[in-house]
Nanobody, 125 residues
Framework: QVELVESGGGLVQTGGSLRLSCAIS????????MAWFRQAPGKERQFVAA????????YYADSVKGRFFISADTTKNTVTLHMEGLKPEDTAVYYC??????????????????WGQGTQVTVSS
């Protein structure tokens, strides 16, 4: 069983930065493909970034490339999404996702079996 708990959301002005963390509870030997998705009001949940458990491979949605950075810390069982240059269109609930069948690069919501409860990110103009 995998449990995910997000933290770090909040209110920030346009151009500001936030760091989201995902704390992961899992079996010690388990390796997970990890990702962040987001869902804005009235919209479908969309892919933001993904990382392999080793942290070597990272993938980003075009809308966040160069502004968001995903990393995995296997010693602390956490995945972090560092967000810079935030825009009002980044406002959404951000979800951490994990799946043991993904080695790297899972970009689809349907590929992930485990989800956190979400954390709100609001960017004011």
């Amino acid at each position: 069983q995998v449990e995910l708990v997000e933290s770090g959301g909040g209110l920030v002005q346009t151009g500001g930065s936030l760091r989201l963390s995902c704390a992961i509870s899992k079996r010690p030997s388990e390796r997970l493909g990890m990702a962040w998705f987001r869902q804005a009001p009235g919209k479908e949940r969309q892919f933001v970034a993904a990382v392999s458990w080793s942290g070597v491979n990272a993938y980003y949605a075009d809308s966040v490339k160069g502004r968001f950075f995903i990393s995995a810390d296997t010693t602390k069982n956490t995945v972090t999404l560092h967000m810079e240059g935030l825009k009002p269109e980044d406002t959404a609930v951000y979800y951490c996702a994990a799946d043991p069948t993904i080695i790297a690069g899972g970009l689809l919501e349907s590929q992930y079996d485990y989800w956190g409860q979400g954390t709100q990110v609001t960017v004011s103009s």
